[in-house]
């Protein structure tokens, strides 16, 4: 009677089965007396029978494809073998599924275009929300809607799933919560003007019952920037898209401005981009703390939370802090911000002590394009300033050196020259500009004789589609002006593949710079007496341990696991030292022939040192 009983109990602690066979095998002894610790047994495994994840799908597979007989996952995981011989006939498509953040489980109604679909929307509504555009929960829908549609027009197969995605309600609850975007999702009209007319009367009390004069109010707006991009129509930009390996994203930055009303004090631009240490930094020995703008990556190239207060309590904080000491105004002034995701409601409460001076006010939703300075031609003017910069270098490029405008682009023209344009168009944004960007919430900090920059802005077009002509592109007026506003273009479903894809290259090259890195941290001095000191130790041990086998298969494990990482480097780093002396050495022997002019090698050195 015992035995049968521990055999019971066993059975249901061990062995994986449905949980209505459970049951029915619990009743049958049930009538023998073995109730109590069965049943405890039975209920423990009723309480803990939860739907099968993707990741353990997955194992299942990986573990039948390899030869493992099907009882033993029987028992590992604690499934029945009809479950397991199911996870196997549909192995299609679990293997192949890719989920999105958030899903555990591969439901009958999730298909893989479905997912896709999530991802491409993610990267959609981000876009979205940095050109500051309004998004609500019908426009998601459409768009996922418009999204699958095109997916599944594009993907041989996938015609008959068209019928399945509706976009529901419980789709959109279930998406907001995976992929953390139910805070930005908005409500109500595209522009609010009603909301935005009452804003410019509340904030006109507002300062003037603080007393802020337009020296201590700031404005700050982020916006993207594609630094290596030409019109649409010209030759270079159709090469281009053509070129091996083209990402036509990877040319996209993000960047955040801040400027005061009265115009006279702009600060250092936060910039992000898609890689925290790009090559040719450290081919210039680029230190990132001594460029014009606080210098922050990661893959997306998006602002976030965590970026904008480092920004503003290493740049805005002591900058404004300075500024108005230098010019001795009150210690005080205000930072108006959107609500954007990146821009924290509670920013006021985690400044330090240190800047308890900033006081922080947002802009209504829907309101930023109607009444937010920087929206007002600032960040309009310093694109057209950075695209004249841009061809003007091409031109004189060209014009100096040997090299095609085709040559320079695909091969000389790289971020580093593209943050110097960056830091010149900055600093070529007029205090005109920034002033009269303030006519329609504060019209009473704008002086009357303040114009807008219309004509300014007409003569910066001309001169891009005169240097454009100069150098035998096809520019127009037009091109210019969508090119300035292309960041705000919808992106159609490929181009929002080409961002994931690009993303997830990013992000794995970034890991692979980091190990990269660590790895070469480590000095050759020290791997070389770590060396030495590890033969030591193995002699020693072999010669006084009296189990010699049990010896020799640890060092040869250590060896083979641990210390050959450490040789390799070593390897690596001796073959890279014997390259440097044969070139110094052939370096040696061309300046020793006569007729050998040194001055094509002098400008090459200068070019590399100097990238301008």
């Given at each position: 009677m015992q035995e049968n009983y521990d055999n019971v109990i066993s059975l249901a602690e061990e062995i994986a089965i449905s949980w209505p066979r459970i049951t029915a095998f619990a009743e049958s002894h049930r009538r023998r007396g073995l109730v109590p610790e069965m049943e405890r047994s039975c209920e423990e495994a009723k309480r803990t029978m939860d739907r099968t994840t993707t990741a353990v799908e997955k194992e299942n597979i990986s573990k039948r494809a390899s030869g493992v007989p099907v009882c033993r996952p029987t028992t590992q995981f604690g499934m029945a073998e009809s479950t397991i011989g199911s996870i196997l006939k549909n192995k299609g498509a679990v293997g192949g599924a890719d989920v999105a953040r958030g899903v555990e489980t591969l439901a009958r109604q999730r298909t893989q275009t479905i997912e896709e679909v999530e991802k491409w929307l993610t990267i959609w509504i981000?876009?979205?929300?940095?050109?500051?555009?309004?998004?609500?929960?019908?426009i998601i829908c459409e768009k996922a809607l418009q999204l699958?549609?095109?997916?599944?027009?594009?993907?041989?197969?996938?015609?008959?799933?068209?019928?399945?995605?509706?976009?529901?309600?419980?789709?959109?609850?279930?998406?907001?919560?995976?992929?953390?975007?139910?805070s930005v999702v908005r409500h109500g009209k595209a522009a609010d003007k009603e909301n935005a007319d009452r804003f410019v009367l509340e904030f006109k009390d507002y300062v003037k019952a603080e007393g802020f004069l337009p020296q201590q109010v700031f404005n700050c707006d982020e916006t993207g920037l594609f630094w290596k991009r030409m019109p649409k129509r010209t030759y270079i930009r159709k090469e281009e898209e053509l070129w091996?390996?083209?990402?036509?994203?990877?040319?996209?930055?993000?960047?955040?401005?801040?400027?005061?009303?009265?115009?006279?004090?702009?600060?250092?631009?936060?910039?992000?981009?898609?890689?925290?240490?790009?090559r040719v930094f450290k081919k210039n020995n680029v230190m990132r703390s001594k460029l014009h703008v606080m210098w922050r990556a990661n893959s997306k190239a998006w602002v976030t939370r965590q970026f904008f207060i480092e920004w503003v309590h290493e740049v805005f904080g002591p900058s404004v802090k300075k500024y108005l000491r230098d010019k001795h105004l009150p210690m005080k002034c205000l930072l108006l911000v959107d609500n954007a995701p990146a821009?924290?409601?509670?920013?006021?409460?985690?400044?330090?002590?240190?800047?308890?001076?900033?006081?922080?006010?947002?802009?209504?939703?829907?309101?930023?394009?109607l009444i937010q300075?920087?929206?007002?031609?600032?960040?309009?003017?310093?694109?057209?300033?950075?695209?004249?910069?841009?061809?003007?270098?091409?031109?004189?490029?060209?014009?100096?050196?040997?090299?095609?405008?085709?040559?320079?682009?695909?091969?000389?023209?790289?971020?580093?020259?593209?943050?110097?344009?960056?830091?010149?168009?900055?600093?070529?944004?007029?205090?005109?500009?920034?002033?009269?960007?303030?006519?329609?919430?504060?019209p009473e900090a704008v002086p009357d004789r303040v114009p807008e920059d219309v004509e300014e802005d007409a003569l910066i077009v001309e001169d891009i589609v005169s240097l454009g002509k100069s150098m035998g592109l096809e520019v127009s007026r037009d091109d210019v002006e969508e090119l300035v506003e292309e960041h705000k273009t919808e992106l159609t479903a490929e181009e929002l593949r080409n961002v994931l894809m690009e993303q997830q290259q990013a992000a794995a090259e970034e890991l692979f710079l980091q190990e990269e890195e660590r790895r070469e941290s480590v000095p050759t001095a020290l791997i070389e007496d770590m060396c030495a000191k590890w033969a030591d130790l193995q002699v020693f041990v072999e010669k006084y341990h009296p189990d010699k086998a049990a010896v020799?298969?640890?060092?040869?494990?250590?060896?083979?696991?641990?210390?050959?990482?450490?040789?390799?480097?070593?390897?690596?780093?001796?073959?890279?030292?014997?390259?440097?002396?044969?070139?110094?050495?052939?370096?040696?022997?061309?300046?020793?022939?006569?007729?050998v002019s040194g001055v094509k090698k002098i400008k090459e050195t200068q070019e590399r040192s100097n990238p301008q």
């Open positions: 981000n876009e979205k929300l940095l050109a500051g555009d309004h998004i609500s929960e019908n699958h549609a095109d997916l599944t027009q594009n993907t041989p197969g996938t015609s008959a799933e068209s019928c399945i995605f509706k976009a529901s309600r419980g789709w959109l609850d279930n998406f907001k919560r995976r992929s953390g975007i139910h091996p390996g083209h990402k036509p994203m990877k040319d996209r930055l993000t960047l955040l401005f801040c400027a005061n009303a009265s115009g006279d004090f702009k600060l250092k631009p936060l910039l992000v981009y898609h890689s925290v240490n790009p821009h924290p409601p509670s920013l006021e409460g985690e400044l330090v002590e240190e800047f308890s001076f900033i006081s922080v006010k947002f802009l209504p939703p829907n309101t930023t394009s300075p920087m929206d007002q031609q600032v960040i309009s003017n310093f694109k057209k300033l950075y695209n004249r910069a841009l061809f003007q270098r091409c031109f004189e490029v060209t014009s100096d050196t040997g090299l095609t405008l085709r040559e320079f682009w695909k091969n000389h023209f790289s971020i580093l020259h593209g943050l110097h344009l960056i830091d010149k168009a900055w600093r070529d944004v007029s205090q005109r500009t920034l002033k009269s960007a303030w006519k329609k919430l504060w020799s298969h640890a060092t040869s494990t250590f060896n083979d696991h641990a210390m050959s990482h450490f040789r390799q480097i070593l390897k690596r780093r001796e073959e890279e030292q014997m390259s440097i002396v044969k070139w110094l050495a052939r370096k040696r022997s061309s300046e020793s022939e006569p007729g």
